[in-house]
């Protein structure tokens, strides 16, 4: 079983809908959540980042982690076609460095 | 962007060979972690250096190595390559706190390797 899971879809919706993506975790040491946004042949890039329970908003996105449940989410308010790019999930417990990654979702909002 | 430079963008070589990957940090950064990114995976941890010594290791075998210079590069190098190798590699440069806590690691746009 991997320590985080995620579906890769591809999940397809239309544009201005909004977009619910998820990861599950297994280690409950687990205190620091992070959303990166890869594009195709890129980087990740950071989007969101949270500390321990809560939710967190940065314009269009929403963060939410629930420890309890070991689920987090983001949200995609009005989506846009140029929020077509993988959602990747990451974790760490802190003061490692050591990133664990979901496998990654592939959106694509439609025009 | 986010400062962080990699090079070469691609990179073919052949199984048995040895690579060497190279990145430029954001400055300031004291920290560089690398990852594997096969493809339609998610990143994996190999390591991560601060101040020029590894500090940290994932479940990567021995002949991934690394370095790391005062100046804010750093190197990875694989030997003895294998077909499984073929994967983006991506750095992330970040700045260790004092107090602890989670570092923002900030990534490259990745080296492609692929082994045939």
């Known amino acids: 079983q991997k320590e985080v899971e995620q579906d890769p879809g591809p999940l397809s919706v239309p544009e201005g809908a909004i977009v619910s993506l998820n990861c599950t975790y297994s280690?409950?040491?687990?205190?620091?959540f992070m959303w990166y946004r890869q594009y195709s042949r890129k980087g990740p890039e950071l989007l969101m980042y949270?500390?321990?329970?809560g939710n967190k908003e940065d314009g269009r996105f929403t963060a939410q982690v629930d420890k309890s449940s070991k689920y987090i989410s983001l949200f995609i308010r009005d989506s846009q076609p140029s929020d077509s790019a993988t959602y990747l999930c990451?974790?760490?417990?802190?003061?490692?460095?050591?990133?664990?990654f979901g496998q990654g979702t592939t959106l694509q909002v439609k025009p | 962007e986010t400062g962080v430079t990699q090079s070469p963008t691609h990179l073919i070589k052949t199984r048995g060979q040895q690579v060497t990957l190279r990145c430029s940090s954001q400055?300031?950064?004291?920290?560089v972690s690398w990852y594997q990114q096969a493809l339609g995976q998610g990143p994996q941890f190999i390591f991560q250096?601060?101040?020029?010594?590894?500090?940290g290791r994932g479940n990567f075998p021995p002949r991934f190595s690394g370095l790391q210079f005062p100046n804010y590069s750093s190197e990875l190098n694989v030997n003895a390559l294998e077909l499984d190798d073929s994967a983006l590699y991506l750095c992330?440069?970040?700045?260790?706190?004092?107090?602890?806590?989670?570092?923002?690691?900030?990534f490259g746009p990745g080296t492609r390797l692929t082994v045939l």
């Open positions: 280690n409950s040491a687990f205190q620091y």
């Open positions: 250096y601060y101040r020029e010594e590894e500090n």
């Open positions: 949270t500390y321990s329970s």
């Open positions: 990451a974790m760490e417990t802190g003061n490692t460095g050591k990133l664990i």
């Open positions: 400055s300031g950064h004291n920290t």
């Open positions: 992330a440069s970040s700045l260790a706190g004092l107090a602890g806590g989670q570092d923002t690691q900030y």
